[in-house]
């Protein structure tokens, strides 16, 4: 089974720190994306790649950067966290075509104070 | 604009019964669809998909119709049971593309 696993389940930052949120997956998955979690506003796409190095807006994602320098690993970066970053962030992983849909990691809950 | 619609965030049934959960697209272009179910505090879970080649698949407990023509599809759960409480989420796909698609999600609550 693929795993996808998120460094941290739970993160406590304060504004205007930079925050790190890593993921690793272990199955040699093409695309790997970040997601945000709120109540009443689902899953919202933050940033996705689809190979090492490249890298592709979703639909919210002023605010946050991410880096792939290994395919394996995608990283989210809050250049300056503020509270209304505070969420729970998912990222998955997935096979080149989208049909297969997506393993997702257990989740980061971050909370911004 | 939203592709994917969950109209109805929550969705109360009894242990036994049958849990109906509804999902309506627009892109006519979408061609994959697939259910997740995500506990509290985890990550979502691959449920169940089913092509649009399709109109039915099943899976145990769980099947999802689609209706092509109404761009509607639909789990139905039976007989529900207390652990399938979560939120479900409905996604769609377009041939090719690498993202899905995902609806805001319906909270399922089967009471015993």
């Known amino acids: 089974d693929v795993k996808v696993t998120q460094s941290s389940r739970y993160l406590v930052k304060r504004t205007g720190e930079k925050v790190f949120l890593e993921c690793v997956q272990d199955?040699?998955?093409?695309?790997m994306f970040w997601y945000r979690q709120d109540p009443g506003l689902g899953l919202r796409l933050i940033y996705f790649?689809?190979?090492?190095?490249?890298?592709e807006k979703g639909d919210i994602p002023e605010g946050y950067s991410v880096s792939r320098e290994k395919k394996e690993r995608f990283s989210l970066i809050l250049e300056s966290a503020s509270t209304n970053q505070t969420s729970m962030y998912l990222c998955?992983?997935?096979?080149?075509?989208?049909?297969?849909?997506?393993?997702f990691g257990s989740g980061t809950r971050l909370t911004v104070v | 604009d939203q592709q994917v619609k969950q109209n109805s965030p929550s969705l109360s049934v009894q242990e036994g019964r049958i849990s109906i959960l509804n999902c309506d697209y627009t892109n006519s272009m979408f061609d994959y669809f697939l259910w997740y179910k995500k506990y509290p505090a985890e990550g979502p879970t691959f449920l169940i998909s089913?092509?649009?080649?399709?109109d039915k698949n099943e899976d145990g407990r769980f099947t999802v119709f689609l209706n092509k023509s109404a761009k509607h599809l639909s789990l139905h759960i039976v007989p529900s049971q207390p652990g399938d409480s979560a939120v479900y989420f409905c996604a769609a796909s377009k041939g090719g593309s690498e993202k899905l698609v995902f609806g805001k999600g319906t909270k399922l609550t089967v009471n015993p």
């Open positions: 790649s689809y190979d090492v190095k490249m890298k």
């Open positions: 199955m040699d998955h093409e695309n």
């Open positions: 089913i092509s649009s080649i399709k």
């Open positions: 998955a992983s997935s096979l080149s075509a989208s049909g297969y849909g997506y393993t």
